[in-house]
T-cell receptor, first 117, second 113 residues
Framework: DAGVIQSPRHEVTEMGQEVTLRCKPISGHDYLFWYRQTMMRGLELLIYFNNNVPIDDSGMPEDRFSAKMPNASFSTLKIQPSEPRDSAVYFCASRGTPQASTNSPLHFGNGTRLTVT | RKEVEQDPGPFNVPEGATVAFNCTYS??????FFWYRQDCRKEPKLLMSVYSSGNEDGRFTAQLNRASQYISLLIRDSKLSDSATYLCVVNMYIPPGTYKYIFGTGTRLKVLA
């Protein structure tokens, strides 16, 4: 079975440019999460969706960040305009909803390594 | 105080040693607990869930102490391939009604030949 698929694997861009990160969750999973990982802060939750609806976006740093989930198999995280401090690894993760829903673990994609110069 | 805290390490241990990590969490309403392993420049991967009664998977044993609000991971007979960062994860209740997976910053383990 395919896992969570993210693209691109690496992105290098100049400050001020728009960046779009993409994610395809595991089929049948109805929760999708976007995390950012840096050496200083570790893994930080940016936003998560349930059944394509954003549930909690309190971790989104500022208005330059936006996320969408137009359907159950696709999500994007967009940064516009990008800044050097946005450089990090961005992970997408998904989770199914078994009966004991809070006990279900997250499954991560390979991540997108973003460098903003 | 951080919501989930771990000793960053590194823990440098010889092959065959037993090593234990602890992780403390702040929210007593936390529902579920996990240990993840992350190799350098890779994504986190689930190592094991942590159940109230404690659970074992081969050389790995996880325990939960709700009264003291910590979880632990014990690795017996450590191998070179166990070298990685181990992340503690807590599914934490956030009022008024959502849950969040909160990650610790990880504990680095180096197993030495």
């Amino acid at each position: 079975d395919a896992g969570v698929i993210q693209s691109p694997r690496h992105e290098v861009t100049e400050m001020g440019q728009e960046v779009t990160l993409r994610c395809k969750p595991i089929s049948g999973h109805d929760y999708l999460f976007w995390y950012r990982q840096t050496m200083m802060r570790g893994l930080e939750l940016l936003i998560y969706f349930n059944n394509n609806v954003p549930i909690d976006d309190s971790g989104m740093p500022e208005d330059r960040f936006s996320a969408k989930m137009p359907n159950a198999s696709f999500s994007t995280l967009k940064i516009q305009p990008s800044e050097p401090r946005d450089s990090a690894v961005y992970f997408c993760a998904s989770r199914g909803t078994p009966q004991a829903s809070t006990n279900s673990p997250l499954h991560f994609g390979n991540g997108t390594r973003l460098t903003v110069t | 105080r951080k919501e989930v805290e771990q000793d960053p390490g590194p823990f440098n241990v010889p092959e065959g040693a037993t090593v234990a990590f602890n992780c403390t969490y702040s929210n007593s309403a936390s529902q579920s607990f996990f240990w993840y392993r992350q190799d350098c420049r890779k994504e986190p991967k689930l190592l094991m869930s942590v159940y109230s009664s404690g659970n074992e998977d081969g050389r790995f044993t996880a325990q939960l102490n709700r009264a003291s609000q910590y979880i632990s991971l014990l690795i017996r007979d450590s191998k070179l391939s166990d070298s990685a960062t181990y992340l503690c994860v807590v599914n934490m209740y956030i009022p008024p009604g959502t849950y969040k997976y909160i990650f610790g910053t990880g504990t680095r383990l180096k197993v030495l030949a």
